[in-house]
């Protein structure tokens, strides 16, 4: 068996290795690349150059606050500007430091005030300190080392929502206890409303500059792909149709150049799979099918425990017919979840919370709806298919106990449609 199993992938790689190649260079198309020309964000790009700038004459520059919705290219051209700002402070002899933190990676205030000290060369243990002894090592590197420092913090709303902004308060006053350094801050968020987690004390020093990333429209996408397959495939195997499906699939998903980007190269990868010599607009429709089951498979799993609860209190309502809970209903069915698998309750206003955040994951649907003279009311319910949705908390050990769990409050109780 062994030995028919080693034959079988010698067999798979072989043929990749003699087959011809769709692909020159794949990284291209990843998240993570930072492409040599950023179409449609030249504005944007200049302007945060000149925020920028003033740290080259050791001046401490504005912080700046960047929103939009993923996949606007904030990351992308925030690197672009620093990478650049780092190659110029080179040539120039300017004491420049760049530090990119990913909050959401990062997790901890711990964890990103470690990540900021490596970044000046000041090594720290990876656990077993406190915050404040972290933070005072940042301090006296900084101020040993006598640099301009940017600090880029992406998906601080993540961090933000766990931990609270104390780690933004203390970042935003560092200056105040600094001689020889000069710390500036860049906040990059998806959620557009995250300012209004923020005290005004922290966010009247973080938003000195802010900058608004709009999505991108279908026409503005196929450019974006147009340079990147250039890099990305060989010769003319890309076929003009497959470039504007995907953009045309993106720009129908709030403009998302991550989810164009991703389109493209899966859909190369099953053309290759095919043994195909071009990739055409099937082979997006095929990448673009097992995209939304891996999106659905992973954003159902890294939930969080009351995340999943809520999402089950839906779908539990869909089973009794209620195709279109209020959140009341929901709470109601979420409380005695809660109870059966041995948790505490939320507050209600969480729980709300948690459903407007679930919906803008694209998991609910929750829809105001006129009531007439009984003014408006929220209609709720669930946006993927319900069989993948209980195959998928059927592994969850957790969990797995509510599959065939029925809420007494379903019998009879709650009968709105």
Known sequence: ???????????????????????????????????????????????????????????????????????????????????????????????VKVAYVNCRLAGTEYRVFTSLCEAIEVHVPFTGLAVGEIFDRLKKGLEVRKVSFIAVLDEIDELVKTRGDGLLYELTRIN??????????VGISNDLCFKELLEPRVLSSLSEEEIMFRPYDASELRDILQERAKLAFCGNVLLDGAIGLCAALAAGEHGDARRALDLLRVAGEVAERNNADAITEDHVREAARRIEHD?????????????????????????????AAITGDIYEVYGELCKE???????????????????????????????????????????????????????????DLLTNFTPTCLKGKLRRS
Not at 20 to 39: A, E, I, S, T
Not at 176 to 183: F, G, I, Q
Not at 357 to 385: C, F, H, Q, W
């Open 1 to 95: 068996m062994e030995k028919i199993e080693v034959d079988m992938l010698d067999d798979v790689f072989e043929r990749f290795l003699s087959n011809f190649q769709l692909f020159k260079d794949r990284d291209v198309l990843r998240h993570d690349y930072v492409p040599p020309k950023l179409p449609h964000r030249e504005t944007l790009i200049k302007y945060l150059g000149m925020i920028v700038a003033p740290i080259l004459k050791m001046a401490r520059c504005s912080n700046v606050f960047i929103y939009g919705k993923p996949g606007t290219g904030k990351t992308v051209a925030m690197k672009y500007v620093l990478s650049r700002l780092e190659r110029k402070a080179a040539e120039s002899g300017a004491s």
């Open 176 to 185: 105040e206890v600094l001689a020889s350094s000069k710390v500036s801050i």
């Open 295 to 323: 999106r659905v498979f992973d954003a159902l799993t890294n939930l969080t425990t009351h995340s999943k609860l809520v999402l089950f209190s839906v779908y539990f309502l869909g089973k009794a017919n209620i195709s």
């Open 341 to 399: 698998v041995g948790t505490s309750t939320l507050t209600q206003r969480r729980v709300s919370g948690l459903i407007n955040e679930l919906d803008a994951m694209g998991l609910l649907n929750a829809r105001v709806v006129s009531r007439g003279r009984y003014g408006r009311t929220k209609k709720i319910s669930l946006a993927i298919p319900r069989s993948p949705f209980k195959k998928i908390y059927a592994n969850d050990d957790y969990l």
